[in-house]
Each structure stands twice: as C-alpha cells, then as structure tokens.
C-alpha cells in the first residue's frame, strides 16, 4: 500500500497544455459512432464530450508501462496499484469549442483518497480541468479516477444493479473489437484490456475486452444529441457502476424528465447497469 503523506503531496500540481481542434478526428469520431454528419469544417461547433479527442496523452514508448499506459508519475500520483480506471466525472459546458481554434486546458489534482473497499485497497484522485478557448472558458470539468488491485479469482464477480427499464429511447450497441480499437486509436490509448485478449483476460482478470468509460459516455451522449437534436446540453455527469465486454451487445438508454433534465444510462445484456448519467439541457424536454 501506498504512503497516504506521499500520495498527497501531489494534491495542487498544475498542469497546462495546449492543442489545436483539428477537422480529422471530429469526422473519425462520427464515422466510429455511425453517424452520417456533414464533413466538418472550420468555425463547426465541437459536440459535447469530443474534446476527449485532445490533449492526448502522448508518451515515449520507452515511457510506457506494462498494461499499456504511461509510467506512473508526472502529473498523477504514482499509485502502486496495478488497475487503473475513469469512474465518472462531471462537466460544464459554458460555450462551444469550434474547429480551428487553439484550445488550452489547465489541470489541477485535487484531491487524493485511500479508502478500503470490498475487493480491497482503493485509491481515487480527482483532476480537475479548465478548458479555454479564444472567447474564454468554455469547458469546467471534474474526473474521477479510481485505482485498484487486480481481482482474486476465487471471488465471485460482483453483480450490478438492474437497470432502469423505462427507457423513452434506446439503442443497441455492438462493442466489437473493430469499434474498440479505432476508439482507442482516436484517443491514443495504449491501455491493453480494449484490444489484447490475452491479457485482458489472463493479467488483468476480465471476461472479454473492455469498452472504453469515455466510449460508453459518449455514446450516452450521442442517444441524447440523435433524441434531441436542437438541444444545447450544458451540464453532463456520469458514473461507471460495473464493466462492459465486447461479448455480447449492449444498450444505451435515455428518458427527458422535467425541469430540463435528461435521465442516461448503458445497459448489460443481462440487464445490469453498467454508466448512468444525466443531462441538463437548455431546450425545453418533449
């Protein structure tokens, strides 16, 4: 187990970094999730959650762990343990970002958290990240990272609560390996449990390859702007309850509620919940 006092030491470190939104993977991006959008093009206004599509984590291969990520250390803590995974996180969006502007994103760790769950030693860092562009602050948002032990195989997989079954839309998903790999060349992400089997399920413990929390975010996303195209969606916060595979298909869901809210979640094929969400938007909810 990590030292609390030294994992806390990097609760205030600040990082800045800045990118350029370019037209190449807003297009990719829609081609991945099946859209049929016009090509996009200078001064377009970037949909909600694709500035995951910058600041891209972008190490040496010399730099990079075994499970595929960056080594530990830098900007987050150095965190012993061995899984490490987006939880949620929370967003607001003041303006739009467009296609050609210069973007800058600061970051700040907020706080570091040891805590002993069920499965063992748990470690949450929270980043928070300010996003700006020519016209000011556009986007504000918090992301939870949780890190852990790998599994004992002789416990039994832990059983997700049941989704809700009273979906207003709803589409169904199939997470090939095709879908995670080119999410996952999009984002430049080298984390192996989205696309080698054979570690996946021999090193890390899971069923299949995991589908990417951000993908499943943003497919949520997507059901919203495919339901409610006129909408402008102003705050988003989401939460991973328990992991998707690319076993078998899986469905996103949403249902409007009052006040300008929009209830999300993604369901297993067995009917548990695996991401909930909600959405306020500032066209009215029909």
Known sequence: MDSDASLKQWIGRT????DLITAVPVAALAATLDRDDPSPQPGDPLPPLWHWLYFLPIARQSEVGPDGHPKRGG??????????????????????????????????????????????ALVFVLVRHEISGPQGLAITEEHDIVYRDHPNPADPAPVPPAAPRDATWQRVITPGDVLLFRYSALTFNGHRIHYDRRYVTEVEGYAGLVVHGPLI??????????????????????????????????????????????????????????????????????
């Open 75 to 120: 900007f987050l803590p150095p965190v012993s343990l061995p899984r490490r995974m987006w939880a949620g996180g929370r967003l607001e969006f003041h303006q739009p970002l467009r296609i050609g502007e210069t973007i800058t994103r600061t970051s700040r760790i907020m706080d570091v958290t040891q805590k002993q769950g069920r499965s063992g």
């Open 15 to 18: 990082e800045t970094r800045t």
């Open 217 to 286: 975010a943003t497919l949520l996303m997507d059901l919203l702007r495919r339901s409610l195209p006129a909408a402008r969606v102003t705050r988003f916060e989401f939460r991973a309850v328990s992991p998707l595979f690319d076993l078998a298909p899986f469905t996103v869901c949403g249902k409007p509620e009052e006040g300008g809210v929009v209830r999300l979640w993604a369901r297993n094929p067995e009917g548990g919940l695996a991401m909930e969400a909600n959405a306020r938007i500032e066209a009215p909810v029909s």
